[in-house]
Protein backbone atom coordinates (compact mmCIF):
# COMPACT_ATOMS: atom_id res chain seq x y z
CA UNK A 1 0.00 0.00 0.00
CA UNK A 2 0.81 3.37 0.13
CA UNK A 3 3.31 5.54 2.82
CA UNK A 4 2.45 8.84 3.37
CA UNK A 5 4.39 10.23 6.39
CA UNK A 6 5.03 13.16 8.48
CA UNK A 7 8.19 14.31 10.15
CA UNK A 8 6.44 15.73 13.54
CA UNK A 9 3.76 14.81 15.30
CA UNK A 10 3.27 17.82 16.99
CA UNK A 11 4.30 21.76 16.59
CA UNK A 12 3.87 24.73 18.60
CA UNK A 13 4.53 28.03 17.10
CA UNK A 14 4.22 31.60 18.68
CA UNK A 15 0.75 33.50 17.15
CA UNK A 16 2.56 35.72 14.27
CA UNK A 17 5.38 33.24 13.85
CA UNK A 18 5.65 31.49 10.42
CA UNK A 19 4.88 27.32 10.90
CA UNK A 20 6.24 25.02 8.69
CA UNK A 21 4.79 21.19 8.26
CA UNK A 22 6.55 18.99 6.82
CA UNK A 23 5.28 15.36 5.03
CA UNK A 24 7.37 12.79 3.14
CA UNK A 25 5.50 10.32 0.60
CA UNK A 26 6.68 6.80 -0.82
CA UNK A 27 4.98 6.79 -4.57
CA UNK A 28 6.79 8.40 -7.00
CA UNK A 29 3.55 8.05 -9.32
CA UNK A 30 2.25 10.20 -7.36
CA UNK A 31 1.40 13.57 -9.37
CA UNK A 32 -1.43 15.22 -7.48
CA UNK A 33 -0.96 16.28 -3.19
CA UNK A 34 -3.77 18.19 -1.24
CA UNK A 35 -2.77 19.99 2.32
CA UNK A 36 -6.26 19.49 4.72
CA UNK A 37 -6.99 21.01 7.76
CA UNK A 38 -9.08 19.47 10.37
CA UNK A 39 -10.16 20.97 13.65
CA UNK A 40 -11.28 19.53 16.02
CA UNK A 41 -15.35 17.74 15.81
CA UNK A 42 -14.82 18.28 11.84
CA UNK A 43 -14.28 16.94 8.80
CA UNK A 44 -11.09 18.12 6.98
CA UNK A 45 -10.90 20.76 5.19
CA UNK A 46 -8.94 21.38 1.32
CA UNK A 47 -6.15 24.04 1.91
CA UNK A 48 -3.94 23.92 -1.04
CA UNK A 49 -2.99 21.78 -3.83
CA UNK A 50 -0.20 21.16 -5.89
CA UNK A 51 0.14 19.26 -9.34
CA UNK A 52 3.89 16.84 -9.75
CA UNK A 53 4.31 19.82 -12.77
CA UNK A 54 5.07 22.59 -10.34
CA UNK A 55 7.33 22.79 -7.23
CA UNK A 56 5.74 25.63 -5.39
CA UNK A 57 2.16 27.20 -4.83
CA UNK A 58 0.70 29.94 -2.67
CA UNK A 59 -2.15 30.66 -1.25
CA UNK A 60 -3.45 33.52 1.41
CA UNK A 61 -1.51 33.02 3.69
CA UNK A 62 -0.15 29.67 2.73
CA UNK A 63 2.56 28.05 0.29
CA UNK A 64 3.34 24.63 -0.84
CA UNK A 65 6.73 23.42 -1.74
CA UNK A 66 7.29 19.80 -3.76
CA UNK A 67 10.60 18.56 -3.89
CA UNK A 68 9.94 15.64 -6.29
CA UNK A 69 13.97 14.19 -6.27
CA UNK A 70 13.24 13.36 -2.14
CA UNK A 71 9.99 12.93 -2.20
CA UNK A 72 8.73 15.64 0.08
CA UNK A 73 6.38 18.32 0.36
CA UNK A 74 6.19 20.98 2.61
CA UNK A 75 2.82 23.59 4.17
CA UNK A 76 4.12 26.74 5.26
CA UNK A 77 2.01 29.24 7.36
CA UNK A 78 2.91 32.92 7.20
CA UNK A 79 1.76 34.93 10.64
CA UNK A 80 -0.06 32.06 12.09
CA UNK A 81 -2.51 32.60 14.03
CA UNK A 82 -4.86 31.02 16.95
CA UNK A 83 -7.45 29.67 14.27
CA UNK A 84 -4.53 27.85 12.32
CA UNK A 85 -4.44 25.38 15.88
CA UNK A 86 -5.77 22.23 13.97
CA UNK A 87 -4.37 18.98 12.65
CA UNK A 88 -2.91 19.16 9.28
CA UNK A 89 -2.99 16.06 6.97
CA UNK A 90 -0.95 15.99 3.75
CA UNK A 91 -2.55 13.64 0.71
CA UNK A 92 -1.47 12.54 -2.23
CA UNK A 93 -2.89 10.15 -5.03
CA UNK A 94 -1.16 8.56 -7.71
CA UNK A 95 -1.36 9.26 -11.36
CA UNK A 96 -3.48 6.08 -12.03
CA UNK A 97 -5.16 5.94 -8.49
CA UNK A 98 -8.57 6.60 -8.06
CA UNK A 99 -7.74 7.54 -4.16
CA UNK A 100 -5.85 9.90 -2.20
CA UNK A 101 -3.42 8.19 0.75
CA UNK A 102 -3.54 10.35 3.88
CA UNK A 103 -0.48 10.94 6.06
CA UNK A 104 -1.51 10.35 10.31
CA UNK A 105 -1.55 14.31 10.45
CA UNK A 106 0.76 17.10 12.30
CA UNK A 107 -1.35 18.51 15.49
CA UNK A 108 -0.20 22.55 14.91
CA UNK A 109 -0.63 24.56 18.28
CA UNK A 110 -0.56 28.56 18.16
CA UNK A 111 0.61 30.08 21.12
CA UNK A 112 -1.16 33.74 21.99
CA UNK B 1 -25.42 25.09 -0.79
CA UNK B 2 -24.94 22.06 1.82
CA UNK B 3 -21.70 19.91 0.68
CA UNK B 4 -21.49 16.52 2.02
CA UNK B 5 -24.50 15.76 4.47
CA UNK B 6 -23.95 12.63 6.82
CA UNK B 7 -26.15 11.13 8.94
CA UNK B 8 -26.29 10.47 12.24
CA UNK B 9 -23.27 12.07 13.79
CA UNK B 10 -23.16 10.13 16.74
CA UNK B 11 -23.78 6.82 17.14
CA UNK B 12 -23.62 4.04 19.96
CA UNK B 13 -24.39 0.36 19.12
CA UNK B 14 -23.96 -2.56 20.54
CA UNK B 15 -21.78 -5.46 19.26
CA UNK B 16 -23.99 -7.65 17.02
CA UNK B 17 -26.25 -4.76 15.98
CA UNK B 18 -26.15 -3.34 12.59
CA UNK B 19 -26.89 -0.09 11.11
CA UNK B 20 -26.59 2.13 8.11
CA UNK B 21 -24.63 5.58 8.13
CA UNK B 22 -25.64 8.08 5.37
CA UNK B 23 -24.29 10.29 3.00
CA UNK B 24 -25.41 12.75 0.40
CA UNK B 25 -23.75 15.33 -1.88
CA UNK B 26 -25.47 17.98 -3.91
CA UNK B 27 -22.07 18.79 -5.82
CA UNK B 28 -23.11 16.74 -8.79
CA UNK B 29 -20.14 14.94 -8.02
CA UNK B 30 -19.50 11.61 -9.69
CA UNK B 31 -16.50 10.13 -6.85
CA UNK B 32 -17.83 9.15 -3.45
CA UNK B 33 -15.71 7.58 -0.94
CA UNK B 34 -16.01 6.37 3.02
CA UNK B 35 -13.16 6.97 5.47
CA UNK B 36 -13.03 5.96 8.75
CA UNK B 37 -10.08 7.74 11.22
CA UNK B 38 -8.54 6.41 14.32
CA UNK B 39 -6.04 7.98 16.53
CA UNK B 40 -2.56 8.21 15.24
CA UNK B 41 -3.48 6.29 11.71
CA UNK B 42 -5.22 9.19 10.02
CA UNK B 43 -7.73 8.24 7.30
CA UNK B 44 -8.46 5.06 6.03
CA UNK B 45 -10.13 3.94 2.94
CA UNK B 46 -12.71 1.18 3.51
CA UNK B 47 -14.82 1.63 -0.02
CA UNK B 48 -15.29 3.87 -2.77
CA UNK B 49 -17.76 4.75 -5.82
CA UNK B 50 -15.96 6.14 -8.70
CA UNK B 51 -19.31 6.71 -10.40
CA UNK B 52 -22.61 5.89 -9.96
CA UNK B 53 -23.34 2.17 -10.40
CA UNK B 54 -19.90 1.39 -9.16
CA UNK B 55 -18.30 0.24 -5.85
CA UNK B 56 -14.59 -0.92 -4.89
CA UNK B 57 -12.92 -2.29 -2.04
CA UNK B 58 -10.39 0.02 -0.20
CA UNK B 59 -7.86 -0.83 2.36
CA UNK B 60 -10.02 -1.78 5.26
CA UNK B 61 -13.01 -3.45 4.03
CA UNK B 62 -13.98 -6.22 6.03
CA UNK B 63 -17.04 -5.96 7.72
CA UNK B 64 -18.56 -2.55 5.53
CA UNK B 65 -20.77 -2.96 2.95
CA UNK B 66 -21.74 -0.37 0.62
CA UNK B 67 -24.35 1.08 -1.88
CA UNK B 68 -24.36 3.86 -4.32
CA UNK B 69 -28.35 4.26 -4.09
CA UNK B 70 -27.98 7.03 -7.10
CA UNK B 71 -25.07 10.04 -7.68
CA UNK B 72 -25.91 11.78 -4.95
CA UNK B 73 -26.06 9.15 -1.82
CA UNK B 74 -24.02 6.59 -0.87
CA UNK B 75 -24.63 4.71 2.43
CA UNK B 76 -21.85 2.20 4.61
CA UNK B 77 -23.39 -0.59 6.44
CA UNK B 78 -21.74 -2.58 9.15
CA UNK B 79 -23.73 -5.38 9.44
CA UNK B 80 -22.55 -6.87 12.83
CA UNK B 81 -20.72 -4.13 14.59
CA UNK B 82 -17.76 -5.13 16.55
CA UNK B 83 -15.74 -2.61 19.26
CA UNK B 84 -13.13 -2.45 16.65
CA UNK B 85 -15.31 -0.63 14.23
CA UNK B 86 -15.28 2.01 16.80
CA UNK B 87 -14.16 5.32 15.15
CA UNK B 88 -14.92 8.24 13.38
CA UNK B 89 -16.34 7.60 9.94
CA UNK B 90 -16.06 10.41 7.01
CA UNK B 91 -17.74 10.54 3.96
CA UNK B 92 -15.78 12.81 0.94
CA UNK B 93 -16.74 13.10 -2.80
CA UNK B 94 -15.24 14.87 -5.84
CA UNK B 95 -15.68 15.71 -9.56
CA UNK B 96 -13.31 13.22 -10.74
CA UNK B 97 -9.52 11.98 -10.57
CA UNK B 98 -6.99 14.63 -10.27
CA UNK B 99 -9.74 16.64 -7.62
CA UNK B 100 -9.81 17.17 -4.16
CA UNK B 101 -12.03 15.92 -1.83
CA UNK B 102 -14.94 17.47 -0.08
CA UNK B 103 -15.42 15.97 3.49
CA UNK B 104 -18.58 15.53 5.36
CA UNK B 105 -18.29 16.37 9.09
CA UNK B 106 -18.36 13.15 10.36
CA UNK B 107 -20.10 10.08 12.18
CA UNK B 108 -18.66 9.14 15.56
CA UNK B 109 -19.84 5.64 16.09
CA UNK B 110 -19.25 3.84 19.36
CA UNK B 111 -20.11 0.02 19.39
CA UNK B 112 -19.57 -1.31 22.87
Known amino acids: GESVGLHLPTLSVQEGDNSIINCAYS??????FIWYKQESGKGPQFIIDIRSNMDKRQGQRVTVLLNKTVKHLSLQIAATQPGDSAVYFC???????????FGTGTSLTVIP | NAGVTQTPKFQVLKTGQSMTLQCAQDMNHNSMYWYRQDPGMGLRLIYYSASEGTTDKGEVPNGYNVSRLNKREFSLRLESAAPSQTSVYFC???????????FGSGTRLTVV
Open chain 2, 92 to 102: ASRTGENYGYT
Open chain 1, 27 to 32: NSASDY
Open chain 1, 91 to 101: AENPRTGNQFY
